[in-house]
């Protein structure tokens, strides 16, 4: 199965994008700022320097795993070797306050927000728990 976050509004508080579920509109998507100003896919460029907690992950592929999350006392999908950050994850959440370098998955989106998160969340669980083949996520 593949995932891909299409980022399209940046702000000095988040990033918000879309995600499509095998080329398809699924949700939008919330995450940190985007830190990666000239888009090469990594963070090691002047003015690139990731902050923690406050970064969004770098553009890419990775391969996506359901583990169990210490956080959040729950299976969640775990983006696998995002070089510089660990523990990144999909999770429920509105604004940047609820994402630590993770990707928040809402149903409608305003400045710096998105909301129906836990159902859409829901949703994409039930969607990639049936996944048959190997689950990645671009992020573009």
Partial sequence: MKLEVIRDTF????TIGKLNLGGRFF???LEDIDRDTNKDGDLLDLGE???????AIPRGTYSVQLTMSTRFKKVLP???AVPGF???RIHPGNTDADTEG???VGESKAKDFIGGSQITFSKLMDIITKAKDP????IK
């Avoid at 320097?49 to 970064?55: D, E, N, R, Y």
């Fill in 86 to 88: 660990e523990g990144i």
């Fill in 49 to 55: 320097a990731k902050v923690h907690s406050k970064t």
């Fill in 78 to 80: 775990l983006l696998v």
């Fill in 102 to 104: 993770c990707i928040l």
């Fill in 11 to 14: 702000t000095d508080k988040s």
């Fill in 27 to 29: 949700c939008y998507t």
């Fill in 135 to 138: 689950i990645t996520i671009t």
